[in-house]
């Protein structure tokens, strides 16, 4: 019998899960481990998106089937924040579909939209549905950088030039999953240009809208006049009411391609648990109070993070925004790659971070880390690092004080 499926064998190993493994094998045997690997947030949602939660659950008539494109006062409740959010209008019933998270939105907008042999432009490193909802449908991936900058259109344009056939969809995402990166406005104005200019598709994944640092809102793809001409956004309740397990998030946008997610959606599944959706609602409609507190309490972990991982021997770059730092291997130890320096340093050091390499080619020689750990639990990962550090021979600032 034929075991040697199609889309299996364009998928690599998923070398992330070599140390998910190696943590959860450590954690059996009772290690500490301080997970900086998967974001994961470490938060509850507010008590009163809990509480409606319960309240809906213990309706009798509350569990049988839902709305796969999502219930009606979910998808008002969406159209309202990004109205208040970005002043961006949308028609909840033929722009807004609720998906089971961000990822599964991508992925089954990925089978609706792509034939094999599409091209797709995705960013590398990107977070790994971006590239790989697509290779699952059968597409080929060019990749674009993540820096939204002049080196960003140079590779769009030559994409288009060179590409056979030529590109029919382009993926981003900003603040960036792993990179932390953040696009401004401009740039989606000149994206938006772009693609009506070349006939491209882009879905925008706006994962981590709500977590930004130093008083800079991250905008949204469609606040650029005419953009929902050829985008759609995806957002998610993961991260913003600490909801991810949950599985709720949204794709808005563009009418055609909300139709063919909405279409797909309805032959594979019939929504999110009803009580849940309607929790959703009371925390996009109710106090947004938490929203401002996890920002809040995010950018404390990003400097203590910076500062007490710089003490320890290790400079990380200061992210600007999402719960996220993008960190260069310390320069003594870069020879090792980031995979084998990840394994090492959740053996030696008892700290999981993910290998940049997981996250595509040009994410060699960085790791991933999230800020899901308290800020205590962040300061002794530094120490175990500086003592780690130490033992490879890496001359530390707190060896050279008499630390």
């Known amino acids: 019998m034929q075991d040697d499926f199609y889309r299996i ?16 094998a450590a954690r059996a045997r009772g290690d500490d481990i301080i997970d900086l690997g998967m974001g994961n ?6 008590p009163h998106v809990i509480a409606k939660l319960a309240e809906v659950a213990a309706k009798p008539d509350a569990h049988g089937y839902s709305a796969s494109k999502g219930i009606p006062g979910l998808r008002r409740a969406q159209a309202a924040y990004y109205d208040r959010r970005f002043g961006v209008d949308l028609d909840p019933e033929s722009e807004v579909v609720v998906t089971l998270g961000s990822k599964e939105g991508l992925a089954n907008l990925a089978q609706a939209i792509t034939a094999p042999g599409d091209v797709v432009l995705a960013p590398n490193p990107s977070y790994p549905i971006h590239t790989f909802g697509f290779i699952i449908a059968g597409a080929t991936i060019r990749s674009v950088p993540t820096t939204p900058d002049e080196r960003y259109f140079e590779a769009l344009e030559r994409a288009v030039r060179f590409t056979v056939p030529r590109p029919s969809v382009l993926v981003m995402g900003y603040p960036s999953n792993p990179t932390a990166e953040v696009a401004d406005l401009a740039f989606y104005e000149r994206v938006v240009a772009f693609a009506k200019k070349h006939n491209i598709w882009v879905l925008s994944d706006l994962a981590y809208s709500e977590i930004y640092f130093d008083g800079q809102p991250t905008p949204s793809i469609l606040q650029v006049p005419g953009a929902k001409d050829v985008a759609i956004e995806f957002t998610s309740m993961s991260k913003t009411y600490s909801m991810a397990g949950w599985r709720i998030g949204f794709a808005v946008g563009n009418k055609t391609l909300i139709s063919a997610l909405t279409r797909v959606k309805s032959y594979l599944d019939y929504g999110a648990f009803t009580p849940i959706q309607a929790a959703a609602v009371a925390a996009l409609n109710g106090p947004q109070d938490i929203v401002a507190q996890n920002r809040e309490l995010y950018h404390r972990r990003r400097d203590v993070l910076v500062e007490s991982f710089g003490r320890a021997g290790w400079e990380i770059p200061p992210p600007r925004a999402s719960m996220f730092a993008w960190a260069p291997l310390p320069p003594a130890l870069a020879h090792l790659g980031s995979l084998e320096f990840s394994k090492q340093l959740l053996t030696e050091a008892g700290v999981a971070v993910a290998p940049g390499v997981g996250y595509g080619e040009d994410g060699e020689g960085f790791v991933r880390i999230a800020m899901v750990e308290n800020e205590q639990r962040l300061r002794q990962a530094a120490r175990n690092i500086r003592k780690y550090l130490q033992s490879m021979g890496v001359n530390t600032p707190a060896a050279n004080a008499g630390a």
Do not use: H
């Open 9 to 24: 064998k364009r998928l690599p190993p998923y070398v992330i899960a070599e140390v998910n493994a190696m943590r959860a």
């Open 41 to 46: 947030p470490d938060l509850p949602p507010p």
